[in-house]
């Protein structure tokens, strides 16, 4: 029901900046939440931050907090994950998720029905 596309990923030197972008092809996001995690190659997938479509609230992951921000464009059907002063550790595939996620559920890699394809971010020291 719900397809994604990821974009934005590149090569970024430590300190830099990047922002993802998540088109959903879904015209209608009302009630869904917007997520995105990242794994890193031999890691667990990784929550970084969600979003709440209808009321444009955030939730961070320890991850993404104080230097990424989640953020949204209904006009587009777009969610945006600026990140800032970036770190090698912040090499990864990037996933953006959605799905009809409870309040308490937003952190999960389980409960999110869709997900993109992944876009990579690679940063270099």
């Known amino acids: 029901q719900v397809q994604l596309v990821e974009s934005g990923g590149g090569l970024v030197q430590a300190g830099g900046s990047l922002r993802l972008s998540c088109a959903a092809s879904r015209r209608s996001l009302s009630g869904y939440s917007m997520g995105w995690f990242r794994q890193a190659p031999g890691k667990e997938r990784e929550f970084v931050a969600a979003i709440r479509w209808n009321d444009d609230s955030p939730f961070y992951g320890d991850s993404g907090k104080g230097r990424f921000t989640i953020a949204r464009d209904t006009g587009k059907n777009t969610v945006y994950l600026q990140m800032s002063r970036l770190k090698p550790d912040d090499t990864a595939v990037y996933y953006c998720?959605?799905?009809?996620?409870?309040?308490?559920?937003?952190?999960?890699?389980?409960?999110?029905?869709?997900w993109g394809q992944g876009t990579q971010v690679t940063v270099s020291s």
């Open positions: 998720a959605a799905g009809l996620v409870g309040y308490y559920g937003l952190a999960s890699d389980r409960v999110y029905a869709y």
